[in-house]
């Protein structure tokens, strides 16, 4: 018997090379512009080509402004990488969604969106948030910059098989819990190593109770357990969102690729080699206090005592955490002042995350004491909310409404955190220094950031 991630590894092996190490076929390789200079370099050095340019598809989003697009890049080493990107795919044969495309966006929002992303396909980028693409049934990683090369050189990626586990989620959730409160409950009960050398696939009454763009959240965030992918098994959900998407299939193509993609699931039962459970019922709004996505409480819950943490390095890394962000111990979650809030992300900047976040701050206007900004996955997705007028939502609440990007995220752009400024964020990571330079980061959903934009402060959102 196999699982999903079994079945998928199989079917995509072109040599067993080792005891468990295999040259595996890729589907999709998706490329930005960090990763991807030093590789394109290499394939100039030696001489060689893109071996399969229609399977490789790039776009801008790391580095790129998020404002007036008509305003040159001012940093030079991200204006740099953006023109390689542009040189590169044009040299070598590759689509590209440049900065003025109207198809350019986060990575991880435009290869669903196109219907690239297809179930029981092996996909990769330089990018550890590629396990996104693992909502559609996808084995979907992150790949370091030689391995980029290697992928664009051959089409083939050497690697060794991570072991299954699975992540049963069971329950309804309440009002005001979100995917993204899911899995945050998962990382912080197992740890942010505790699915290390492991696939995790996702399942459950909860799971299949989300939609399609709630899925992706919870892939997205799988690394953030030490997973190198999270899966859920392909349904009538995934084939409703792909159906007439412009990269999927049509016609008979489309009726025969259903057949196919319905195979791709675990066998009933299948042994996995790790098993978690929740109740999502037990799971409330959850919120990091700390500075990995492990360290992360129920929202009416308290900032731990580091002195009360059962392992010496839980207690070191509790102190540090708490030195950086500025918190004692004991302090109410909900109630802290915040300065910044982040909408936005490959986590939580797709149609539906804005529309639930406009619902909480529709009539209402930002605290007096945050800078708020909204930034959209992809230009498709700022399209389509503009045409909803949810961006006159976000303005009116006293919101900057912004172009796509991976924006404040990750500190390799113009949006960054100042020293000592505390963000409510959308996105995945809250390290020291990840959204800029002594910046304090919690994250939360998107109706929890909304609503502390308005507050200025965390709060519960069911109580709204």
């Known amino acids: 018997m196999q699982t999903l991630f079994d079945r998928i590894w199989s079917a995509h092996v072109v040599q ?42 790039a776009t801008v989003d790391h580095n790129v402004p998020t404002s007036d697009r008509s305003v040159p890049i001012a940093d030079p080493v991200s204006a740099r990488q953006v023109d390689a990107l542009d040189t590169n795919a044009r040299d070598f044969g590759i689509e590209l969604f440049g900065l003025t495309s109207p198809g350019q966006g986060i990575v991880h929002v435009i290869g669903p969106e196109l219907g690239a992303t297809q179930p029981g396909t092996v996909i990769v980028c330089g990018d550890s948030h590629t396990s996104t693409h693992g909502a559609f049934g996808a084995f979907a ?54 699915a290390t050398g492991h696939v995790i ?93 492990g360290m992360v409480a129920d929202i009416t819950g308290r900032v731990p005592d580091p002195a009360k943490l059962p392992t010496e390095n839980e207690r070191e890394a509790a102190t540090r955490a708490l030195e950086y962000m500025g918190l004692k111990p004991g302090t109410p979650l909900e109630g802290i002042p915040i300065d910044r809030v982040f909408v936005g992300s490959c986590t939580n900047a797709r149609i539906e995350d804005l529309r639930a976040a406009a619902n909480v701050v529709r009539g209402k206007h930002v605290s007096t004491r945050v800078r708020a900004m909204v930034v959209p996955g992809s230009q498709r997705v700022k399209a389509q909310a503009e045409q909803e007028g949810l961006d006159r939502v976000f303005r009116d609440a006293g919101f900057e409404w912004r172009n796509a990007g991976c924006s404040m995220c990750l500190g390799m752009n113009a949006d960054v955190l100042g020293a000592g400024e505390r963000c409510a964020a959308t996105s995945n990571r809250n390290f020291e220094g990840r959204q800029g330079r002594g910046g304090r980061t919690h994250l939360m959903s998107p109706v929890m950031a909304a609503a502390a934009a308005i507050e200025g402060r965390l709060v519960d959102v069911r109580g709204w």
């Open 141 to 194: 990683l992150g790949i370091g910059t030689s391995e980029v090369e290697h992928v664009l050189a051959t089409q083939c990626l050497v690697l060794s098989k991570p072991r299954n586990l699975e992540a049963r989620i069971t329950g309804s959730r309440a009002p005001g819990v979100t995917a993204k409160d899911l899995i945050l409950a998962l990382i912080g009960k197992i740890g942010t190593a505790g």
């Open 16 to 57: 067993e090379l080792a005891d468990g190490v295999a040259l595996l076929y890729v589907d999709l390789h998706l490329v930005h512009e960090v990763t991807s200079p030093q590789a394109f370099a290499g394939l100039r050095r030696e001489g060689r080509k893109v071996r399969r340019p229609e399977r490789t598809l």
């Open 201 to 293: 696939e996702y399942t459950g009454d909860a799971i299949r109770a989300l939609s399609m763009e709630e899925r992706m959240t919870v892939c997205n965030m799988s690394i953030e357990a030490g997973a190198r992918a999270g899966v859920i098994a392909p349904d009538d959900v995934t084939f409703a969102y792909l159906k007439g998407r412009p990269r999927a299939p049509a016609g008979e193509a489309w009726r025969n690729a259903v057949e196919r993609w319905r195979t791709f699931r675990s066998d009933p039962g299948v042994t996995y080699d790790t098993h978690v459970i929740l109740d999502a019922s037990r799971i409330g709004p959850q919120v990091t206090w700390g500075t990995t996505p």
